[in-house]
């Protein structure tokens, strides 16, 4: 059974929530995009036989309501928000261990470079840090498109113009507790593609750092941030099963893969 520990905890300006699920080393999985603690529900069910795992809404998420305009900067945000949270959970000293896919995969590598004595590792699953790709401005132009789509006509046509890069094809559907799709495209989309992870910053902590991406998702335009991340960090990216959202789609498979790399072992695909 899926026994599950729910509650929230104040943050400046929202009310964050969580929940806990099994025991032993605790276990934080960020959620990116619109989704919520609801997209983890099947892989933290599987983590929790070994692990206390965590899961949230972020601010402006389903469940974690604001309580006034969401703060800037995004990420700075994200990271407070995240070691908020923990410090509602864990003992002084505990170490923790991120998942994070797509802009949860952002907050969590920097919650490792703030904090690399309490963040013992951070895998960080397809982060969408275009800035670091050669071909950055047209991908930034891209994102403002989109964002201007979303303006002029409104949520869907800006979320089937979005498909581009995930090569076109449509989004899976997704668990989730309510529909974020335009708290997404106005508030979440632009910081976070915008984010470009400080590569000196990341270089001194990367023995700590998993970079990690979809098998189904090799050729997508979502995928290539986290190649160019491992080549400049000199890491040799994880395949893990599915594709962008493998966790959700795959979350068994995924969470025998996860646990061989929380376990320092190398998962390899069958």
């Known amino acids: 059974m899926d026994t599950v520990e729910s509650g929230t905890v104040a943050v400046p300006g929202a009310k964050l929530y969580f929940e806990v699920r099994g025991t032993g080393p605790l276990l934080l999985l960020i959620p990116g995009g619109a989704s919520d603690a609801e997209v983890f529900r099947d892989l933290a069910y599987e983590l929790a036989v070994c692990h206390r795992v965590v899961t949230y809404d972020p601010r402006g998420i389903s469940r974690s309501l604001l309580g006034g ?9 994200q990271v407070d928000d995240a070691f908020r949270l923990l410090d509602s ?13 797509c802009a949860g995969a952002l907050t969590a590598l920097e919650l490792l470079v703030r904090d690399a004595r309490r963040i ?16 950055a401005p047209r991908h930034a132009a891209f994102f403002e498109e989109v964002y201007a789509t979303f303006r002029r006509d409104g949520v869907p046509v800006a979320l089937e113009k979005l498909r581009t890069i995930f090569s076109g094809r449509p989004a899976p559907p997704l668990p989730e507790a309510t529909d974020n799709s335009e708290f ?7 910081p976070s593609s915008r984010c470009v992870p400080d590569v000196t910053a990341l270089a001194a ?4 750092i998993v970079l990690a991406g979809g098998r189904a998702s090799r050729t997508h335009d979502v995928h290539r941030p986290v190649t160019v991340l491992a080549q ?5 990216p994880a395949e893990f099963p599915g594709g962008h959202a493998g966790y959700a789609t795959h979350p068994a498979l995924f969470a025998a893969h996860l646990a061989a790399v929380l376990a320092g072992a190398q998962p390899v695909l069958g």
């Open 69 to 77: 305009p969401p703060p800037e900067p995004w990420l700075d945000t």
């Open 89 to 101: 959970l864990t003992r002084p000293g505990e170490p923790v261990r991120v998942f994070g896919s």
């Open 120 to 135: 013992r590792l951070a895998i960080a699953h397809e982060p969408p840090a275009m800035g670091l790709l050669p071909d």
């Open 184 to 190: 997404f495209l106005s508030q979440v989309m632009l």
């Open 205 to 208: 902590v990367a023995d700590r």
């Open 232 to 236: 400049r960090l000199g890491r040799e």
